[in-house]
């Protein structure tokens, strides 16, 4: 029994990072059925099998980083030691401000870039091995920062191309890029060349052609850079729909209001660390209490504005000098305004808007790194 065939092909792809389901998967595409195998049988496959470390605990994680770096060149240090785990089903946000890591996190899951160590699975397959990133890769989507699209074809002609891509025969590529059409409201443009598409429309087409084979994992790199108001909105509705069928989206974005709209988890990385992560929420809790906001009539007078306040935080005061606003945490509610606006108003400092507010995952990121996400 030892020796048999089928023992050594389960003990060399759990080697080679594949779950249970996916070894099942494969010898039933193989012609096993279960009938065939008898109890003693899988019994002894079980006990023979080397367990992941990567999969110990964490049978609802699809993806799984463990102490993961990357260095460009011989200096510049894109990712510094890190670990993360991304729920199946759920929508997981990387906040950062640019050059902070985000992209070069998604090109590692996605098979583009192999990391200098650490490691790696999505969905039980190891990216780094060339036999499991070319099976990952017909289970994932990814959608750029820039809208991988062909500005010479129509929206149809995209849709269909991809899909000849992932060898979808001829009918069944022209049918999927009708179903994606439908779904992302752009029946109507279908057979426009893209060089008429707004830059929202190109963005929603490049999600749709990420969409061709109906991924398990959806990878959004800055989905909504670059787009209206109206236009994030709408793709922040394909998003939630998409979740809503079972989909994992893991998604980068510079935006606070973004990772707040849609992520189950946020993962705060700055300078290659995730430095914090944790629902929205618990993040905003982190800093506690309230925000004191106000804007100050006189630019000239935001320093001596700060230095009469400081006292009443539980942090010092933060100026944005191209807005003259003054923000800073407070423990005490609606007592520390009027006592702001009684000590400001003593100063003859003019104050043209004053509020008390919940934490955003703007101040999060200000407390957690000193500086904005953007």
């Known amino acids: 029994m030892a020796n048999h065939p089928l023992i050594s092909y389960v003990e060399e792809a759990r080697n080679r990072g594949m779950s249970n389901k996916q070894i099942l998967d494969a010898l039933s595409v193989a012609g096993w059925h279960t009938h065939d195998v008898s109890s003693i049988f899988l019994d002894h496959i079980e006990a023979s099998l080397i367990p992941s470390p990567l999969e110990e605990g964490s049978s609802e994680n699809i993806i799984t980083v463990r102490n993961v770096s990357k260095i460009y060149g011989k200096t510049v240090v894109a990712l510094d030691d890190v670990s993360l785990d991304v729920k199946r089903g759920s929508v997981t946000a990387l906040l950062g401000p640019n050059g902070a890591g ?6 590692i899951l996605t098979t583009l870039l192999k990391p200098d160590s650490g490691n790696v699975r999505v969905a039980g397959f190891n990216p780094n091995i060339e036999k499991d990133a070319q099976s990952l890769r017909s289970i994932i989507g990814l959608a750029g920062q820039y809208a991988a699209v062909d500005e010479s074809l129509t929206g149809r002609e995209n849709l269909e191309m991809v899909a000849r891509l992932y060898h979808l025969s001829v009918p069944a590529s022209r049918q999927r890029a009708t179903e994606l059409l439908m779904q992302f409201n752009l029946e109507d ?30 990878f959004l790199d ?13 793709l922040w509705h394909v998003i939630r729909e998409l979740v809503k069928d079972g989909t994992t989206v893991l998604l980068t974005t510079q935006y606070l209001e973004e990772a707040d709209q849609l992520a189950h988890n946020v ?26 906001e106000l804007n100050i009539t006189d630019a000239d007078m935001l320093d001596s504005a700060s230095q009469l ?65 953007l």
């Open 189 to 218: 443009a279908g057979d426009r060349v893209l060089k008429t598409y707004s830059g929202g429309m190109r963005r929603r087409l490049d999600l749709a052609a990420s969409l061709v084979i109906k991924p398990e994992i959806l």
């Open 309 to 373: 306040i400081t006292h009443l935080g539980s942090e010092a005061p933060r100026q944005n000098t191209d807005t003259n606003i003054i923000t800073m945490p407070v423990q005490g509610g609606a007592s520390v305004l009027i006592e702001v606006v009684r000590i400001l108003d003593s100063a003859n400092i003019k104050i043209s808007d004053i509020i008390l507010r919940r934490p955003s995952l703007d101040d999060v990121f200000m407390a957690l790194t000193g500086h904005s996400a």
């Open 267 to 292: 993962m705060v990385i700055d300078h290659g660390h995730i430095i914090a992560q944790g629902t929205a929420d618990e993040l905003k809790n982190q800093v506690g209490g309230d925000v004191l």
């Open 102 to 107: 985000k992209t070069t996190i998604i090109r």
């Open 222 to 234: 800055e989905p909504t850079t670059g787009l209206d108001p109206r236009s994030r909105f709408e």
